[in-house]
């Protein structure tokens, strides 16, 4: 048997991969986050198939029901919101499954900044403006982050911020955030994105934590903040659609 680590995307059923419907068609067993996935999603797996909604286990009782699966020889679906390459807990699962010689692959989904992003019409990265987007968190209650990567550190760079996990830490982060990139520059939270409770708020990081605060947002929002998500932007030819770059050369 196999553990299929799939990328649930943002939670819609309708923007998983032909891949993980496959795998959730054939694997008698499917393990999921019930918090941040649409029950539709559900509806792809067989009729008798095994659900276990982990949101209230633990890493060890997680393990547990794999390595059950593994012993009865029944292939395992283990849904992991957005992609499992970004805080899915994928290093920690599968190194238990090493550790008991049980075989896994990752199928890759659509994530949740990307999902966010195309809510908001928004490419993250504008010729000549920013090149670079980074994808990082905060710590509250929750792992703690190296001191190399405090949010200071990435706001002087001046990409394109999005920060997971951080919802209830907004106010404190915007305030962070306003000597590198200005207090009007442009923010948004998306709130469960591509479901149907999803929630876009548009502002800037003299305003946006007013609006999540009224909108009583607690979690499964994602923050966007940059000069890249200006209304109306004017930018730059990039060079690869340039209509005056030379294009006889075969060598973009």
């Not at 911020?161 to 939270?189: F, K, N, Q, S, W």
């Not at 149907?196 to 994602?222: H, S, W, Y």
Request: aromatic content about 4%.
């Amino acid at each position: 048997m196999t553990v299929h680590f799939i990328g649930a995307g943002p939670g819609a059923a309708d923007l998983l991969t032909v891949r993980a419907v496959r795998l959730l068609q054939t694997s008698p067993v499917c393990l999921y986050a019930g918090t941040y996935l649409d029950p539709e999603v559900l509806a792809h797996c067989a009729p008798d198939t095994e659900l276990v909604d982990t949101q209230h286990l633990d890493i060890d009782q997680i393990t547990d029901h794999l390595v059950r699966a593994h012993e009865s020889g029944k292939d395992v679906a283990r849904l992991c919101s957005g992609d499992p390459s970004i805080y899915s807990a994928l290093t920690e699962q599968t190194r238990r499954l090493d550790a008991n010689h049980i075989p896994w692959d990752v199928t890759p989904g659509v994530p949740a900044y990307a999902a966010a992003a195309a809510l908001l019409g928004a490419e993250l990265t504008v010729p000549e403006l920013v090149q670079s987007v980074v994808l990082t968190r905060t710590q509250a209650r929750s792992t703690a982050m190296p001191e190399s990567e405090a949010l200071a550190n990435f706001a002087r760079t001046g990409a394109t911020v999005v920060l997971h996990l951080a919802i209830t830490r907004i106010r404190t982060l915007a305030a962070e955030l306003v000597a590198d990139y200005g207090a009007d520059c442009p923010a948004a939270v998306v709130y469960r994105a591509s479901r149907p409770q999803q929630l876009i708020l548009r502002g800037t990081l003299t305003d946006i934590a007013d609006q999540v605060e009224a909108a009583n947002l607690r979690q499964a929002a994602i923050i966007l903040v940059g000069r890249a998500l200006t209304g109306s932007l004017s930018c730059a030819q990039s060079h690869l659609y340039d209509p005056a770059r030379d294009r006889s050369s075969a060598v973009p």
